[in-house]
């Protein structure tokens, strides 16, 4: 049965490292970053949501632009009295109106909402930032969770050939049977952390495959890390200045600043000139009385024309057209409006206060990520030689207990411990690898830097003001509804 686990066992491990390392294809720490940016949907739902933020600007700016309408009218009257009579009116009306002057409100609008979209341009950032650091931490953990799964194979192959060693000098009687089962515990021991390393690389694999958008093949090593700043102070001068939840708000500050201007401008005058042009056209019909009475046919009345019509009776009908235009330029100044633009004062002046919090939260917050960004990365620089030290005196004290234990100076117990000594050792110099590259990404994100352009990648960016110059114009058009269609068809 022993012989039967052990062949599963090496089953599953070759398994795991071709499905790990296609001969085809191999993927670099670049290869990831390039395929994260350009098919993470996070990132395309947040370029949506910018798209979406820009369309506030054109829809302030209309406040200053003519206002156009045409309407229409349909009429039928009908009188039955002692002189029966129908009237037909049809109508079409043209009206216009332009703002003339507002107290800029209108402006403080328009650069209220300036300020927001580059607040979402800033938060747009944030998210490319996000989306390259999974990357790179799914990238590492997944070579991390390949180099433990390698070193728990290695400990179990070992300790294997450590039980047939016990079993062979058991039969002997050179050792006892506690020291055959301390090494048959150590080893069942060494399988499962086996078994939950391979579990562990699944799990990283399913996050690689989501901050990628495939599965991992064959990572190569990572390259050089980034240049970096000198020290901690010039870390943070940097994310200060570049980092996206500090521009961000900055701008949502500056927004609602424009925001209470325009809430105040409310209060002050307004002037707007409109105008409108009517087209009317009336038909009448009128039962005047007996043949002969009335009027002469075709004869004018009233500027209409008027035909006589001669059946039963005499039927006058009139047709009327008249175009009416007019011009006028209103202005006002609200007086009491049951306190609602002063609530309206208030309520901007509650949301600046907000937004100056938030900027000082978001300076400590900066502060911070480079602080504990910059600390890991120390961290991990200073265990990285001492891991090496370490692993090597494990061998080198691994070694020499083996051949004392075979020469019978030392037991069993010493030779497990020491062989557990090595593997722990080689295990997290392996994690202080990866801990030095995640948090030297990680502060390249804290300092605002972790973007296509600063790490070189060479591919090419989306540009929001692509969209935003498109829709300044306030074009009519521009939207298309199959997406809706689409969308809607996948729900129904």
Known sequence: MRHGFLGRLGAAFLATTLAAAPAAHSDTLTDALIRAYQTSPLLDASRAALRGADEIVPQARAARRPQLSVGGQGQATRRADTEPSRADTLAASLQASLLLFDSG???????????????????????????????????????????????????????????????????????????????????????????????QLEISRAAYERAVGTPPRDLQPPPPLPQLPANQQEATAIGLQRNPEIVSAQFAERAALYDMDRARAAQRLRVQASGSVTYQNTWTRLEVGPPGAGATNGAPVNGG????????????????????????????????????????????????????????????????Q???????????????????????????????????????????????????????????????????????????????????????????????????????????????????????????
């Open 105 to 199: 409100q209108t402006r403080a609008a328009i650069e209220s909402a300036r300020s927001t979209v580059a607040a979402a341009r800033a938060d747009l950032r944030n998210v490319e930032q996000l989306v390259l650091f999974n990357a790179v931490q799914a990238f590492m953990d997944v070579r991390r969770d390949l180099e433990f799964l390698a070193l728990a194979a290695n400990d179990v192959r070992v300790l294997e050939q450590q039980l047939q060693a016990a079993l062979d000098r058991f039969e002997v009687g050179e050792i006892t049977r506690t020291d055959v089962s301390l090494t048959e515990a150590r080893l069942s021991a060494s399988r499962s952390a086996f078994v939950a390393a391979q579990g």
């Open 305 to 368: 024309q008027l035909n006589l019509d001669q059946a039963d009776g005499t039927t006058i009908t009139r047709r009327q057209d008249d175009v009416v235009g007019t011009a006028q330029i209103q202005g006002s100044i609200p007086l009491y409006d049951g306190g609602a633009t002063s609530s309206l004062i208030r309520q901007a002046q509650a949301t600046l206060e907000q937004r100056q919090w938030q900027l000082q939260d978001a300076g400590r917050g900066v502060n911070q």
């Open 370 to 492: 480079v602080a504990a960004a910059w600390t890991q990365l120390e961290v991990a620089r200073a265990q990285i030689p001492a891991r090496r030290t370490q692993v090597e005196a494990a061998r080198i004290a691994a070694e020499g207990i083996s051949e004392e234990w075979r020469l019978g100076a030392r037991s069993v117990l010493d030779v497990l411990d020491a062989d557990q000594d090595l593997l722990a050792a080689q295990a997290d110099l392996v994690q202080a690898v990866r801990d030095e590259y995640v948090a030297a990404y990680n502060l390249l994100s804290a300092m605002g830097l972790l973007t296509v352009e600063h790490l070189g990648l060479g591919i090419e960016t989306y540009d929001p003001e692509v969209n935003f110059t498109r829709v300044q114009g306030g074009p009519v058009r521009g939207y298309d509804l199959g997406v809706v269609d689409r969308i809607r068809a996948r729900w129904e």
